[in-house]
Protein backbone atom coordinates (compact mmCIF):
# COMPACT_ATOMS: atom_id res chain seq x y z
CA UNK A 1 0.00 0.00 0.00
CA UNK A 2 3.05 2.09 0.86
CA UNK A 3 3.53 2.71 -2.90
CA UNK A 4 0.31 3.23 -4.28
CA UNK A 5 0.21 6.20 -0.74
CA UNK A 6 3.20 7.38 -2.80
CA UNK A 7 1.41 7.79 -5.95
CA UNK A 8 -1.08 9.44 -4.63
CA UNK A 9 1.02 12.04 -3.31
CA UNK A 10 2.21 12.74 -6.42
CA UNK A 11 -0.13 12.67 -8.48
CA UNK A 12 -2.39 15.42 -6.41
CA UNK A 13 0.49 17.13 -6.20
CA UNK A 14 0.40 18.35 -2.24
CA UNK A 15 4.07 17.49 -1.56
CA UNK A 16 7.82 18.23 -2.05
CA UNK A 17 10.84 15.99 -1.39
CA UNK A 18 14.80 16.76 -0.56
CA UNK A 19 15.93 18.54 2.45
CA UNK A 20 14.61 22.08 1.09
CA UNK A 21 12.98 24.01 3.91
CA UNK A 22 10.64 26.60 2.69
CA UNK A 23 10.78 30.15 4.83
CA UNK A 24 7.04 31.10 3.70
CA UNK A 25 3.67 29.45 3.63
CA UNK A 26 2.21 30.20 0.18
CA UNK A 27 1.50 28.45 -3.39
CA UNK A 28 1.58 31.67 -5.11
CA UNK A 29 5.05 32.84 -5.83
CA UNK A 30 5.41 35.99 -8.00
CA UNK A 31 8.48 36.28 -10.50
CA UNK A 32 10.70 39.32 -11.54
CA UNK A 33 13.82 40.63 -12.69
CA UNK A 34 16.23 39.44 -14.31
CA UNK A 35 14.96 42.03 -17.49
CA UNK A 36 11.42 40.93 -16.53
CA UNK A 37 9.23 44.24 -17.56
CA UNK A 38 6.77 42.83 -15.77
CA UNK A 39 6.14 40.39 -13.08
CA UNK A 40 4.84 36.67 -14.03
CA UNK A 41 3.46 34.51 -10.71
CA UNK A 42 3.97 30.64 -10.37
CA UNK A 43 1.01 28.90 -8.81
CA UNK A 44 0.98 25.55 -7.33
CA UNK A 45 -2.43 23.51 -7.78
CA UNK A 46 -3.71 20.20 -6.48
CA UNK A 47 -5.46 17.84 -9.10
CA UNK A 48 -7.99 16.35 -6.59
CA UNK A 49 -10.16 18.29 -4.09
CA UNK A 50 -13.88 18.39 -3.60
CA UNK A 51 -16.14 21.82 -3.92
CA UNK A 52 -16.46 22.39 -0.25
CA UNK A 53 -12.55 22.12 0.17
CA UNK A 54 -11.62 24.57 -2.81
CA UNK A 55 -10.80 27.92 -2.31
CA UNK A 56 -9.20 30.50 -5.09
CA UNK A 57 -7.84 32.96 -2.73
CA UNK A 58 -8.34 36.87 -3.45
CA UNK A 59 -4.66 37.01 -3.64
CA UNK A 60 -4.82 34.59 -6.21
CA UNK A 61 -7.08 36.08 -8.52
CA UNK A 62 -5.73 39.20 -8.51
CA UNK A 63 -2.40 37.65 -9.76
CA UNK A 64 -4.33 35.70 -12.25
CA UNK A 65 -6.05 39.81 -13.57
CA UNK A 66 -2.38 41.36 -13.79
CA UNK A 67 -1.37 38.33 -16.08
CA UNK A 68 -2.08 38.33 -20.11
CA UNK A 69 -1.83 34.26 -20.43
CA UNK A 70 -2.36 31.41 -18.37
CA UNK A 71 0.38 28.46 -18.66
CA UNK A 72 -0.72 25.30 -17.42
CA UNK A 73 1.65 21.84 -17.53
CA UNK A 74 -0.72 20.71 -20.59
CA UNK A 75 -2.73 23.03 -22.40
CA UNK A 76 -6.13 22.26 -21.58
CA UNK A 77 -8.18 24.47 -23.73
CA UNK A 78 -6.22 22.44 -27.19
CA UNK A 79 -9.93 21.29 -28.73
CA UNK A 80 -7.93 18.16 -29.48
CA UNK A 81 -7.73 17.60 -25.59
CA UNK A 82 -10.13 14.99 -25.67
CA UNK A 83 -9.45 12.68 -28.56
CA UNK A 84 -5.42 12.98 -27.86
CA UNK A 85 -6.03 11.73 -24.09
CA UNK A 86 -8.34 9.06 -25.02
CA UNK A 87 -6.03 8.19 -27.71
CA UNK A 88 -2.98 7.63 -25.26
CA UNK A 89 -5.15 6.16 -22.63
CA UNK A 90 -5.45 2.98 -24.55
CA UNK A 91 -2.75 0.14 -24.65
CA UNK A 92 -0.81 -0.57 -27.85
CA UNK A 93 -2.83 -2.76 -29.72
CA UNK A 94 -5.75 -2.71 -27.77
CA UNK A 95 -4.25 -5.46 -25.17
CA UNK A 96 -6.44 -6.10 -22.68
CA UNK A 97 -4.69 -6.11 -19.34
CA UNK A 98 -6.78 -8.75 -18.08
CA UNK A 99 -4.43 -10.95 -19.87
CA UNK A 100 -1.58 -10.75 -17.20
CA UNK A 101 -4.17 -10.87 -13.86
CA UNK A 102 -4.71 -14.21 -11.87
CA UNK A 103 -8.25 -15.06 -11.59
CA UNK A 104 -7.94 -14.02 -8.04
CA UNK A 105 -6.56 -10.29 -9.11
CA UNK A 106 -9.11 -10.12 -12.02
CA UNK A 107 -11.88 -10.39 -9.14
CA UNK A 108 -10.74 -7.88 -7.22
CA UNK A 109 -10.65 -5.44 -9.86
CA UNK A 110 -13.40 -6.69 -11.86
CA UNK A 111 -15.41 -5.93 -8.09
CA UNK A 112 -14.56 -2.70 -8.00
CA UNK A 113 -14.52 -1.32 -12.13
CA UNK A 114 -18.18 -2.68 -11.82
CA UNK A 115 -19.33 -0.91 -8.51
CA UNK A 116 -17.96 2.40 -9.60
CA UNK A 117 -18.30 2.12 -13.51
CA UNK A 118 -20.80 -0.34 -13.94
CA UNK A 119 -18.08 -2.19 -16.39
CA UNK A 120 -15.38 -4.73 -15.36
CA UNK A 121 -11.77 -5.42 -17.31
CA UNK A 122 -13.46 -7.26 -19.97
CA UNK A 123 -14.12 -3.41 -21.41
CA UNK A 124 -12.43 -1.59 -19.37
CA UNK A 125 -8.97 -3.50 -19.70
CA UNK A 126 -8.08 -1.89 -22.81
CA UNK A 127 -6.99 0.98 -21.00
CA UNK A 128 -3.51 1.74 -19.51
CA UNK A 129 -3.21 1.24 -15.79
CA UNK A 130 -2.44 4.88 -15.33
CA UNK A 131 -5.93 5.57 -16.50
CA UNK A 132 -7.30 2.93 -14.85
CA UNK A 133 -5.77 4.46 -11.63
CA UNK A 134 -6.50 8.11 -12.79
CA UNK A 135 -10.35 6.26 -12.60
CA UNK A 136 -9.74 5.15 -8.84
CA UNK A 137 -8.89 8.24 -7.58
CA UNK A 138 -11.65 9.85 -8.67
CA UNK A 139 -13.82 7.80 -6.33
CA UNK A 140 -11.34 8.51 -3.56
CA UNK A 141 -12.33 11.86 -2.79
CA UNK A 142 -15.37 11.92 -0.78
CA UNK A 143 -17.44 14.27 -3.26
CA UNK A 144 -19.28 12.95 -6.33
CA UNK A 145 -17.71 15.63 -8.66
CA UNK A 146 -14.29 16.64 -7.69
CA UNK A 147 -13.43 20.66 -8.25
CA UNK A 148 -10.40 21.74 -10.69
CA UNK A 149 -7.89 24.51 -9.82
CA UNK A 150 -6.62 24.04 -13.46
CA UNK A 151 -10.70 24.19 -15.30
CA UNK A 152 -11.49 27.63 -12.60
CA UNK A 153 -7.80 29.17 -13.82
CA UNK A 154 -9.01 28.39 -17.55
CA UNK A 155 -12.61 29.80 -17.08
CA UNK A 156 -11.16 33.24 -15.36
CA UNK A 157 -8.88 33.49 -18.42
CA UNK A 158 -11.09 32.58 -21.10
CA UNK A 159 -13.63 36.04 -19.44
CA UNK A 160 -10.56 38.02 -19.81
CA UNK A 161 -9.66 36.33 -23.40
CA UNK A 162 -5.90 35.63 -22.12
CA UNK A 163 -4.64 32.59 -24.12
CA UNK A 164 -4.03 29.27 -22.53
CA UNK A 165 -0.79 27.16 -23.21
CA UNK A 166 1.04 24.34 -22.05
CA UNK A 167 4.61 23.73 -20.62
CA UNK A 168 4.78 19.82 -22.12
CA UNK A 169 2.59 18.00 -23.81
CA UNK A 170 -0.10 15.23 -23.46
CA UNK A 171 2.98 12.82 -25.32
CA UNK A 172 5.17 13.65 -22.49
CA UNK A 173 2.70 13.68 -19.90
CA UNK A 174 1.63 9.93 -20.44
CA UNK A 175 5.52 8.81 -21.62
CA UNK A 176 6.27 9.47 -17.77
CA UNK A 177 4.03 6.35 -16.98
CA UNK A 178 4.91 4.47 -20.26
CA UNK A 179 8.28 4.09 -18.33
CA UNK A 180 6.87 2.55 -15.32
CA UNK A 181 6.76 -1.62 -15.66
CA UNK A 182 2.71 -2.52 -16.32
CA UNK A 183 3.06 -5.17 -14.08
CA UNK A 184 4.09 -2.38 -11.23
CA UNK A 185 0.83 -0.27 -12.41
CA UNK A 186 -1.30 -3.10 -11.86
CA UNK A 187 0.13 -3.83 -8.28
CA UNK A 188 -1.11 0.02 -7.53
CA UNK A 189 -4.49 -0.93 -8.85
CA UNK A 190 -4.77 -3.90 -6.53
CA UNK A 191 -3.33 -2.07 -4.08
CA UNK A 192 -6.17 0.48 -4.26
CA UNK A 193 -8.67 -1.99 -4.85
CA UNK A 194 -7.89 -3.45 -1.60
CA UNK A 195 -7.39 -0.69 0.64
CA UNK A 196 -10.17 2.08 0.09
CA UNK A 197 -11.11 3.74 2.97
CA UNK A 198 -7.48 3.83 4.02
CA UNK A 199 -6.53 5.73 0.62
CA UNK A 200 -9.58 7.77 1.58
CA UNK A 201 -7.99 9.11 5.14
CA UNK A 202 -4.77 9.56 3.38
CA UNK A 203 -6.51 12.00 0.65
CA UNK A 204 -7.98 13.86 3.33
CA UNK A 205 -4.79 14.50 4.73
CA UNK A 206 -3.22 15.38 1.84
CA UNK A 207 -6.30 18.26 1.39
CA UNK A 208 -5.96 19.41 4.79
CA UNK A 209 -2.00 19.78 4.23
CA UNK A 210 -2.38 21.79 1.09
CA UNK A 211 -4.51 24.23 2.41
CA UNK A 212 -2.38 25.41 5.09
CA UNK A 213 0.08 25.85 2.09
CA UNK A 214 2.97 25.17 4.65
CA UNK A 215 5.77 23.50 2.62
CA UNK A 216 7.58 22.59 5.37
CA UNK A 217 4.51 20.47 6.51
CA UNK A 218 4.05 18.77 3.32
CA UNK A 219 7.76 17.51 3.89
CA UNK A 220 7.80 16.47 6.87
CA UNK A 221 4.39 14.06 5.20
CA UNK A 222 6.60 13.01 2.32
CA UNK A 223 9.12 11.61 5.13
CA UNK A 224 6.17 8.74 5.77
CA UNK A 225 6.79 7.72 2.16
CA UNK A 226 10.28 5.92 1.08
CA UNK A 227 9.15 4.73 -2.05
CA UNK A 228 8.84 7.71 -3.49
CA UNK A 229 12.38 7.94 -4.51
CA UNK A 230 11.49 5.41 -7.29
CA UNK A 231 9.73 7.55 -9.22
CA UNK A 232 10.68 11.45 -8.26
CA UNK A 233 13.09 11.86 -11.08
CA UNK A 234 10.77 11.02 -13.56
CA UNK A 235 7.83 12.71 -12.07
CA UNK A 236 8.91 15.69 -10.45
CA UNK A 237 12.66 17.06 -11.06
CA UNK A 238 13.25 15.90 -15.19
CA UNK A 239 10.28 17.82 -15.78
CA UNK A 240 11.26 21.23 -13.77
CA UNK A 241 14.59 20.87 -15.34
CA UNK A 242 12.52 20.80 -18.88
CA UNK A 243 10.00 23.26 -17.97
CA UNK A 244 12.54 26.48 -16.93
CA UNK A 245 13.00 27.44 -20.50
CA UNK A 246 9.33 27.20 -21.90
CA UNK A 247 8.72 29.55 -18.35
CA UNK A 248 11.69 31.82 -19.37
CA UNK A 249 10.47 32.22 -22.95
CA UNK A 250 6.40 33.02 -21.75
CA UNK A 251 7.84 35.65 -19.15
CA UNK A 252 9.82 37.39 -20.92
CA UNK A 253 7.07 37.88 -24.10
CA UNK A 254 4.61 38.63 -21.63
CA UNK A 255 3.03 38.30 -17.95
CA UNK A 256 1.95 35.34 -17.60
CA UNK A 257 0.10 32.89 -14.74
CA UNK A 258 1.81 29.90 -14.26
CA UNK A 259 -0.19 26.77 -12.79
CA UNK A 260 1.75 23.58 -12.08
CA UNK A 261 1.32 20.91 -9.30
CA UNK A 262 2.40 22.35 -5.80
CA UNK A 263 5.14 19.74 -5.98
CA UNK A 264 7.05 21.03 -8.50
CA UNK A 265 7.54 24.44 -6.54
CA UNK A 266 10.02 24.14 -3.75
CA UNK A 267 13.32 21.64 -2.79
CA UNK A 268 16.46 22.61 -4.21
CA UNK A 269 15.57 21.09 -7.78
CA UNK A 270 11.94 22.60 -7.91
CA UNK A 271 10.85 25.67 -9.90
CA UNK A 272 11.42 28.46 -7.87
CA UNK A 273 15.14 27.33 -7.41
CA UNK A 274 15.79 26.75 -10.47
CA UNK A 275 14.36 29.86 -11.11
CA UNK A 276 16.63 31.65 -8.86
CA UNK A 277 19.32 30.01 -10.57
CA UNK A 278 18.78 31.83 -14.33
CA UNK A 279 18.52 34.79 -11.72
CA UNK A 280 14.75 35.85 -11.32
CA UNK A 281 13.77 36.82 -8.17
CA UNK A 282 10.63 34.48 -6.81
CA UNK A 283 9.53 36.15 -4.29
CA UNK A 284 6.10 34.75 -1.93
CA UNK A 285 2.92 36.34 -2.19
CA UNK A 286 0.82 36.27 1.40
Aim: aromatic content about 8%; overall charge negative; glycine content about 4%.
Amino acid sequence: MNILKTLLLSLCIVLISSSYAQEENTVLWKISGNGLESPSYLFGTIHLICPDDFELSDKTKKALGETKQLVLEIDMDDPDFVTKTQKLSVNPGMKNISENLSEEDLAVLNKFYKEYYGADLSQLGILKPFTLLSMMMIKAVNCTEPASYEAELMAIAKRSECEVKGLETLEEQFAIFDKVPQEEQIGWLLDYANNENELRRDLDKLVKVYQTENITAMLELMAEYPEYKQIEDELLYNRNRKWIASIEANAKETPTFFAVGAAHLASNKGVIELLRKQGYKVSPVL
